[in-house]
């Protein structure tokens, strides 16, 4: 049985495309860009054809065409217009929505196909940034919205995470270690979020830095193991949804307690469960990261 979702909501549409549902219904009614269907009890819905025309209509609107010209295209045009554009620049607006279709369709030769084309054009890292980290953002509101279902995104999760393993092990087999620095890369107890950790340690490898990934839920009590071995130690953690709002001030009283008593040992943190910290009153030798970007900066320039 094939369960892919191939029904619509106007409302699923609009959390897709980011084209408000007020917008698409004067597209419809106005220029006939769209024809709803009816399930048996009259409930208006889309079809996975609609989505994708859509994603290529709002595509073709964003680079400048307006939507009078765009309904007078011959339908099966409309793509090809749009791989035309997307080949000549603006790629990650494109490449974005055929991620997004995608996973949906639980289509892996799409996404291998998408990516392979990226690569002709940017570098890992340049895909990371560019694409991957937008995408990830909107997939998590697709799911808080119920627009998709946590299938999709761990489908989508998976195969990140299968790139960002594979350019990890490339770069480790030429890694050289240039610092007396060692990067412990950690998330908290039943923290699962682990791809922006992961693409950290793809950053700092790549730099040749020694970088030790002990991956997710992993307890304090354990992290003071590492101190046996080395000298100075930064380690760096990912809160996405732990420690919880009311837990977090207590967690970096122990980790300071626990870990931050010496000078060579230092705490780097991101994540959006930071806006339950007070940020300018850390702990001595905790830095927060408003982005993985700010992060590798500071790496960069110390």
Do not use: C
């Amino acid at each position: 049985m094939n369960n892919i979702k191939n029904q619509f909501s106007i409302k699923d549409l609009e959390n897709l495309t980011g084209i408000k549902a007020h917008t698409i219904r004067i597209w419809e009614k106005r220029y006939n860009l769209l024809q709803p269907k009816r399930t048996d009890t009259n409930i208006r819905y889309y079809d996975l054809a609609s989505f994708q025309k859509l994603l290529n209509v709002s595509y073709l609107n964003n680079n400048g065409y307006k939507i009078s010209k765009i309904a007078t295209i011959e339908e099966h045009k409309i793509p090809i217009l749009v791989r035309e554009i997307a080949a000549q620049s603006n790629i990650e607006d494109h490449a974005i929505n055929a991620f997004k279709l995608a996973m949906l369709n639980f289509d892996q030769v799409l996404f291998y196909n998408t990516y392979e084309s990226l690569l002709q054009e940017k570098e890992f890292y340049e895909i990371f940034y560019d694409i991957f980290i937008p995408l990830l953002t909107e997939i998590g509101l697709l799911w808080q919205t119920d627009t998709i279902t946590p299938a999709h995104e761990h489908f989508l999760t998976s195969l990140i995470r299968q790139k960002i393993l594979i350019n990890i092990e490339k770069v480790q087999s030429r890694q050289v270690n240039n610092s007396k620095k060692t990067f412990v890369l950690y998330l908290p107890e039943n923290e699962i979020h682990e791809l922006g950790l992961m693409f950290i340690n793809h950053q700092l490898v790549s730099r040749g830095y020694q970088s030790i990934f002990l991956g997710f839920s992993v307890p304090l009590e354990s992290l003071t193991d590492l101190k046996d071995y080395y000298d100075e130690i930064i380690y760096i953690s990912y809160f996405t949804v732990k420690p919880e709002k009311g837990e977090i001030k207590k967690y970096m009283e122990n980790f300071n307690t626990l870990l931050l008593n010496g000078s060579n040992t230092k705490l780097w943190i991101l994540g959006q469960m930071l806006n339950a910290l007070d940020l300018d009153n850390l702990p001595k030798g905790v830095s927060a990261f408003k982005s993985i970007q700010a992060l590798i900066d500071k790496v960069d320039n110390p």
